[in-house]
């Protein structure tokens, strides 16, 4: 079985602070995901990255960053973390483009 | 731009019963459309895929078809159960390094 894991269920952290979200999947998958849930607006796509060391940019990329320096790991960063950014971010990955994509549990990330 | 709707509505049914979700979408021309079902406080887990060229597809008590001149998908759960009820949420891919787009989702309640 695929497994998609998240460093954290829930964080909590301050305006300004630096975050670090991390995802790690176990199937070799070339491309990883990471998404952003807020009701109403649906699951958005921050980036996504089809290869190591590359990465593209989804629909909301203002304000994060991406790091894949490993197949099996995609981070995601917050620079600067505002209250906006309070929500669920879920990681996902897929063997290609095209195939389904495995989601992590997700990370519930307060900014207060 | 582009535009993929589902119904924002819940839909209600009863046990038994055959429950149909709608997925539609605009300036698109999607190579495949994926269905997910996603939990309170959980990812999305993958459930079927259809390509452009099939107009339908099973998998036990699931069916999805896919009309590329209306553009829509239906996406049919007979003899439901309360343990069908979830959220279901549709996705769009085109194609190469395209993205993946995912719908806002339908939430659905099977009433005992």
């Known amino acids: 079985d695929v497994k998609v894991t998240q460093s954290s269920r829930y964080l909590v952290k301050r305006t300004g602070e630096k975050v670090f979200l991390e995802c790690v999947q176990d199937?070799?998958?070339?491309?990883m995901f990471w998404y952003r849930q807020d009701p109403g607006l649906g699951l958005r796509l921050i980036y996504f990255?089809?290869?190591?060391?590359?990465?593209e940019k989804g629909d909301i990329p203002e304000g994060y960053s991406v790091s894949r320096e490993k197949k099996e790991r995609f981070s995601l960063i917050l620079e600067s973390a505002s209250t906006n950014q309070t929500s669920m971010y879920l990681c996902?990955?897929?063997?290609?483009?095209?195939?389904?994509?495995?989601f992590g549990p997700g990370t519930r990330l307060t900014v207060t | 731009s582009q535009k993929i709707e589902q119904n924002s509505e819940a839909l209600n049914i009863q046990e038994g019963k055959t429950a149909t979700l709608t997925c539609n979408y605009t300036?698109?021309?999607?190579?495949?459309l994926q269905w997910y079902r996603q939990d309170p406080g959980r990812g999305p887990v993958f459930l079927l895929l259809?390509?452009?060229?099939?107009k339908e597809k099973r998998k036990e008590r699931l069916k999805v078809t896919f009309d590329t001149t209306l553009k829509q998908s239906l996406f049919h759960i007979t003899a439901s159960q309360p343990a069908d009820s979830a959220t279901y949420l549709c996705?769009?891919?085109?194609?190469?390094?395209?993205?993946?787009?995912f719908g806002t989702g339908t939430k659905l309640q099977v009433i005992p």
């Open positions: 996902a990955s897929s063997l290609e483009g095209r195939d389904e994509q495995y």
């Open positions: 199937m070799d998958h070339e491309n």
């Open positions: 990255s089809y290869d190591v060391k590359m990465k």
């Open positions: 300036n698109y021309s999607p190579a495949y």
């Open positions: 259809i390509r452009e060229n099939e």
């Open positions: 996705a769009l891919y085109s194609g190469g390094y395209q993205k993946v787009t």
